[in-house]
């Protein structure tokens, strides 16, 4: 079986390029005793992925140079030397970035072909859907709460926003276009949101939360969490989730300048890891899977198709080019039993 896979060909200096990546094919060999394969049909591109192609150690091992990457993938299984498997069952995996594998089960996720669309599974039921569940459990976010998400309409913030409103708080949100703005307002049910880009986030928070806010889901970092220092009231509590302001920065920045109100708010600023979680992805499934059965969260996603247009996803979540979760689909979704 050849399997086409993208490969990380030097390592990106401040913002990606597709330079930086290959497009190559590798021979898959058969299955052996206890091995499955399987075909990719969805993948994840995901910003801490720019992270790991950086030398050096991190909190996840760095991508090596001229090997396969790797990442979330939704995929069927076509061909099973294991118990635990049969051809056309529906699983997740880290093996991504190519469109054919061979695992051991215990690499594999199996998941109900009945919830649609599969890729579901990449965006609000898989790894963003529930660093957004972990993050509200993280800080105990609870009903009557006041909460602002910056990154709001990507694939962790609309899911924050969306489970923060079911459970009663009072939701505010920036991203970067005004169609984002309204996806925000008129799909998530968001009370308010903001476009960052037209004006400051300090003075668009002051407007839009003139006594205060309690909860920070932080997914930006940088003069961001610097307006939303100032912005949170006495107790308040910081989801320290992600920084995508600084991915691609080559020397970091310094540290927000009024830090201090930490103290002088006495703040508690969490870091989160959803990694750490996994042991919990029962609860979300059943929690999360039933809100979105019932109807009651969108899975908002942008998709592009076949593994050359991967590179172009992944860098294209630097510049906002996503609504919801960045999906690429690489193969057609067997017919629903
Ligand atoms: P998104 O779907 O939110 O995609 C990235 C978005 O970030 C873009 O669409 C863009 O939207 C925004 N963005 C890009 N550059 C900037 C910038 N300089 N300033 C402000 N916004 C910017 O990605 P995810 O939902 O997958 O991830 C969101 C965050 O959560 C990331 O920081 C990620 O690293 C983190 N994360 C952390 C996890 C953990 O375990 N701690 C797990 C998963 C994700 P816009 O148009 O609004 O600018």
Redesign the pocket.
Known sequence: MISREIRLASRPKGIPNAGNFLLAQSEVRPPEEHQVMVRNLFMSV???MRGRMNEGKSYVPSFELGEVLDGGAVGEVIESNAGEFKPGDIVTSNYGWREYFVAAPKELHRVSPETQPLSVYLGALG??GM?AW?GLNLVEVKAGDVIYI????????NVAGQLAKLRGCRVIG????IE?VLFLRDECGFDVAFD??VGSVADQLTIEAPSGIDVYFD????E?LEAALTALREHGRII??????G?NEEKPRPGPSNLFNVTTKRLTMK?????DWMDRRSEFEKEVGGYFREGKLKNKETVVHGIDQAVGAFIG??????????IVKLGEPPERR
């Open positions: 995901d910003p801490y790894m963003t660093t972990a910056s990154g709001a309409a990507g694939a962790v913030g920036s991203a970067g276009s984002k960052y880009k997914n930006v970092g940088g961001t320290a989730c992600g920084g995508i302001s991915y870091g989160l890891i959803v990694r979540l630097f510049s906002g080019k996503n609504i919801g979760k960045m």
